[in-house]
C-alpha cells in the first residue's frame, strides 16, 4: 500500500496508469489483486474459522517487529495479518456467534466500505462531502420513517450507540441550560438497571448525575412516576432527562416506551431513546407495536452495525428537532466559517454530534439498500426474531435447560439446570477454544440475586436451528 501512496504523492498517476502504461511496480499491482482475492474468499465465506486470542507475547514472538524504518514490505505484512493476526480474532459474523451483540454486514455494505475509503469523502461539510452525504441522508430518511417521528426529524450517522447517545445527551443538557436558572447546575438523569453501560458512562463525560428505577425488566411508567416523585426539590430542579431503552442489550427488553413519553411531556423532560440494538427491529412488523410512544422522543439512538447489516462502524443519532442539536454541536472557527457559507448550503453533518472530521459511515448502509430494498431488511431481522423464538422452543424440549424468560427481540436468557458459574464460564471457553461456537454466559437480576445464565443473541440471518441445537447439545 505503502508504494501506492508514494506513487499516487509524487508522480500523481492513477494506479492503473502506472502498471498498465509504465509497466512498473509489478508488487503493488500483486498486492492490490493479493487485497481484493482476501476481501472476496472471507465475504463469499459463510462460517468462517472462529479465532480465538492469544497474548501479546505471543504475538509479538509469531510476528516480530512490523514497524521498522525501512518497512516489511507489503507482502510480508500481510502474510503475517493472514497467518498470525486474523487468527487471533473472532468474526462477529460466524453464524455460531451469538454472543454480546454480534453483527452481519451485508456482502454488498461490506464491499462499499472499500468504496468508502477509496473515495477519500470528507463526511463533515457538504462543501466537501455532497455527493455521499446525499446518500447517507437518503439512508437516514429510511431509519426516520420506521421511528414514526413528525416531520421535521432527522438525524446524522456516528461512530456507534455510545457516541450517538453522548450526542443526544450534549444536545439535551445545552437545551436545559437555555433557562438561566440552570446555568452551572450538575444535570440529572434518570434511567433503569436495564440501560446500557454507555448511559453511564457518558453521563461522566457531560458530568451529570444518573439516578436508575431498579429494573431490569420492562420500564413502566408506574416506575418511572415513583422514581421523580421520590426526589428532593434540589434533584427534581436537576432532572433534565430520561433515557428509556428500545431493546435493552442483556435481555431485548423494551421499557414502556409511550409511558416514559407521557411523563417526560408532562415534567417537561428530554425523553431520548436507547434503540441502540433494537432499533433494527423497528423494520419488523411482527414487533414494531412493542415500539409504541417512539414516535415521541426527542432523540433516539439506532446502531445500524448491529441489527441493520452494516459493517463497523456505524451508528446513528435521530433528533425530533435537528435545530437543538444544531445549536449544541455546532463548532465555530475562522478557518471552518467557509462551511456555512451560504455558497456551500447544504447539511452539514458534523453540526449535529460530537465529531467533525468524519467518515461517510452511512454510505455503505445506503448502498446495501439501494442494492437490496427495504423489504430484505424487514425479512431478514424477522429471521433474527423468528431464530430466537425457535431456540425458546428448542429449549423448552430440552430437559437439561429451560428459560429464564420468554425470548424478547432476539434475545434468549436460559439457564441450563444445575450449573454453577463456573459450568457456564468452562462451557463458553470450550466452544471457543474448539473453534466450535462463541456463546457467553451473562447475569439476570432477580428480586435479590444475580443469577449466572446463558444467553443468544441472533443477527445473523444465516444461523441455522442445527447451528442452536449443536449449541445445547454442547451442554450435555
Ligand atoms: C451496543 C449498545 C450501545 C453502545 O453502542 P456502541 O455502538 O457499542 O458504541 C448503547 N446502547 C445500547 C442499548 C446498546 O445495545
Same mark, same amino acid.
Given at each position: 500500500?505503502?508504494?501506492?501512496?508514494?506513487?499516487?504523492?509524487?508522480?500523481?498517476?492513477?494506479?492503473?496508469?502506472?502498471?498498465?502504461?509504465?509497466?512498473?511496480?509489478?508488487?503493488?499491482?500483486?498486492?492490490? %489483486?493479493?487485497?481484493?482475492?482476501?476481501?472476496?474468499?472471507?465475504?463469499?465465506?459463510?462460517?468462517?474459522?472462529?479465532?480465538?486470542?492469544?497474548?501479546?507475547?505471543?504475538?509479538?514472538? %509469531?510476528?516480530?517487529?512490523?514497524?521498522?524504518?525501512? =518497512?516489511?514490505?507489503?507482502?510480508?505484512?500481510?502474510?503475517?495479518?493472514?497467518?498470525?493476526?486474523?487468527?487471533?480474532?473472532?468474526?462477529?459474523?460466524?453464524?455460531?456467534?451469538?454472543?454480546?451483540?454480534?453483527?452481519?454486514?451485508?456482502?454488498?455494505?461490506?464491499?462499499?466500505?472499500?468504496?468508502?475509503?477509496?473515495?477519500?469523502?470528507?463526511?463533515?461539510?457538504?462543501?466537501?462531502?455532497?455527493?455521499?452525504?446525499?446518500?447517507?441522508?437518503?439512508?437516514?430518511?429510511?431509519?426516520?420513517?420506521?421511528?414514526?417521528?413528525?416531520?421535521?426529524?432527522?438525524?446524522?450517522?456516528?461512530?456507534?450507540?455510545?457516541?450517538?447517545?453522548?450526542?443526544?445527551?450534549?444536545?439535551?443538557?445545552?437545551?436545559?441550560?437555555?433557562?438561566?436558572?440552570?446555568?452551572?447546575?450538575?444535570?440529572?438523569?434518570?434511567?433503569?438497571?436495564?440501560?446500557?453501560?454507555?448511559?453511564?458512562?457518558?453521563?461522566?463525560?457531560? +458530568?451529570?448525575?444518573?439516578?436508575?428505577?431498579?429494573?431490569? +425488566?420492562?420500564?413502566?411508567?408506574?416506575?418511572?412516576?415513583?422514581?421523580?416523585?421520590?426526589?428532593?426539590?434540589?434533584?427534581?430542579?436537576?432532572?433534565?432527562?430520561?433515557?428509556?431503552?428500545?431493546?435493552?442489550?442483556?435481555?431485548?427488553?423494551?421499557?414502556?416506551?409511550? =409511558?416514559?413519553?407521557?411523563?417526560?411531556?408532562?415534567?417537561?423532560?428530554?425523553?431520548?431513546?436507547?434503540?441502540?440494538?433494537?432499533?433494527?427491529?423497528?423494520?419488523?412488523?411482527?414487533?414494531?407495536?412493542?415500539?409504541?410512544?417512539?414516535?415521541?422522543?426527542?432523540?433516539?439512538?439506532?446502531?445500524?452495525?448491529?441489527?441493520?447489516?452494516?459493517?463497523?462502524?456505524?451508528?446513528?443519532?435521530?433528533?425530533?428537532?435537528?435545530?437543538?442539536?444544531?445549536?449544541?454541536?455546532?463548532?465555530?472557527?475562522?478557518?471552518?466559517?467557509?462551511?456555512?457559507?451560504?455558497?456551500?448550503?447544504?447539511?452539514?453533518?458534523?453540526?449535529?454530534?460530537?465529531?467533525?472530521?468524519?467518515?461517510?459511515?452511512?454510505?455503505?448502509?445506503?448502498?446495501?439498500?439501494?442494492?437490496?430494498?427495504?423489504?430484505?431488511?424487514?425479512?431478514?431481522?424477522?429471521?433474527?426474531?423468528?431464530?430466537?423464538? %425457535?431456540?425458546?422452543? %428448542?429449549?423448552?424440549?430440552?430437559?437439561?435447560?429451560?428459560?429464564?424468560?420468554?425470548?424478547?427481540?432476539?434475545?434468549?436468557?436460559?439457564?441450563?439446570?444445575?450449573?454453577?458459574? +463456573?459450568?457456564?464460564?468452562?462451557?463458553?471457553?470450550?466452544?471457543?477454544?474448539?473453534?466450535?461456537?462463541?456463546?457467553?454466559?451473562?447475569?439476570?437480576?432477580?428480586?435479590?440475586?444475580?443469577?449466572?445464565?446463558?444467553?443468544?443473541?441472533?443477527?445473523?440471518?444465516?444461523?441455522?436451528?442445527?447451528?442452536?441445537?449443536?449449541?445445547?447439545?454442547?451442554? +450435555?
Amino acid at each position: 500500500m505503502e508504494v501506492i501512496l508514494m506513487e499516487k504523492q509524487f508522480k500523481r498517476l492513477p494506479l492503473l496508469k502506472i502498471v498498465f502504461m509504465y509497466d512498473i511496480d509489478m508488487e503493488s499491482v500483486e498486492m492490490t %489483486l493479493d487485497v481484493m482475492k482476501y476481501v472476496l474468499n472471507r465475504i463469499t465465506s459463510v462460517s468462517p474459522e472462529l479465532g480465538h486470542p492469544k497474548s501479546e507475547e505471543e504475538l509479538r514472538a %509469531l510476528v516480530g517487529e512490523t514497524i521498522t524504518e525501512e =518497512g516489511i514490505g507489503g507482502e510480508r505484512a500481510f502474510q503475517l495479518f493472514k497467518d498470525v493476526l486474523i487468527k487471533a480474532t473472532v468474526p462477529i459474523d460466524h453464524p455460531r456467534h451469538l454472543a454480546f451483540v454480534p453483527a452481519s454486514p451485508t456482502r454488498a455494505s461490506i464491499m462499499f466500505d472499500l468504496v468508502t475509503s477509496a473515495s477519500s469523502i470528507h463526511g463533515a461539510y457538504w462543501m466537501e462531502g455532497a455527493g455521499g452525504i446525499f446518500c447517507e441522508m437518503e439512508a437516514m430518511k429510511w431509519l426516520v420513517s420506521l421511528t414514526g417521528l413528525p416531520q421535521g426529524a432527522f438525524g446524522v450517522f456516528t461512530s456507534g450507540g455510545t457516541a450517538a447517545n453522548l450526542s443526544a445527551m450534549v444536545t439535551a443538557r445545552e437545551n436545559w441550560r437555555k433557562n438561566p436558572e440552570n446555568i452551572g447546575q450538575k444535570g440529572l438523569m434518570i434511567t433503569s438497571v436495564g440501560a446500557h453501560s454507555s448511559i453511564k458512562s457518558m453521563a461522566k463525560v457531560i +458530568d451529570a448525575d444518573v439516578l436508575l428505577v431498579e429494573t431490569e +425488566d420492562r420500564m413502566s411508567q408506574e416506575d418511572l412516576k415513583e422514581k421523580i416523585d421520590s426526589l428532593s426539590p434540589e434533584q427534581r430542579k436537576r432532572l433534565f432527562a430520561v433515557v428509556a431503552t428500545g431493546g435493552t442489550t442483556n435481555a431485548g427488553i423494551i421499557d414502556d416506551l409511550d =409511558g416514559v413519553a407521557g411523563i417526560c411531556e408532562a415534567e417537561n423532560l428530554w425523553f431520548h431513546v436507547d434503540a441502540a440494538y433494537g432499533g433494527g427491529a423497528l423494520a419488523a412488523d411482527s414487533v414494531r407495536h412493542l415500539f409504541h410512544g417512539i414516535e415521541r422522543a426527542d432523540s433516539i439512538t439506532i446502531d445500524p452495525h448491529k441489527w441493520l447489516f452494516s459493517p463497523y462502524d456505524c451508528g446513528a443519532i435521530i433528533y425530533k428537532n435537528p435545530e437543538l442539536a444544531k445549536e449544541a454541536h455546532s463548532q465555530e472557527g475562522s478557518y471552518l466559517e467557509i462551511f456555512k457559507d451560504p455558497g456551500a448550503h447544504g447539511f452539514n453533518p458534523s453540526d449535529y454530534q460530537i465529531q467533525l472530521t468524519r467518515r461517510v459511515r452511512g454510505l455503505p448502509l445506503w448502498f446495501s439498500l439501494a442494492m437490496h430494498g427495504t423489504d430484505k431488511y424487514k425479512s431478514s431481522v424477522e429471521q433474527g426474531i423468528s431464530l430466537a423464538q %425457535l431456540a425458546g422452543e %428448542l429449549i423448552k424440549e430440552n430437559p437439561n435447560v429451560e428459560l429464564v424468560r420468554e425470548p424478547s427481540l432476539s434475545c434468549v436468557l436460559f439457564r441450563r439446570k444445575g450449573w454453577t458459574p +463456573d459450568d457456564y464460564r468452562n462451557w463458553t471457553y470450550k466452544n471457543h477454544r474448539e473453534g466450535f461456537a462463541l456463546v457467553t454466559p451473562t447475569k439476570w437480576r432477580t428480586a435479590d440475586d444475580f443469577e449466572t445464565i446463558a444467553r443468544f443473541c441472533f443477527i445473523n440471518p444465516d444461523t441455522t436451528k442445527e447451528d442452536v441445537l449443536a449449541i445445547l447439545n454442547s451442554m +450435555d
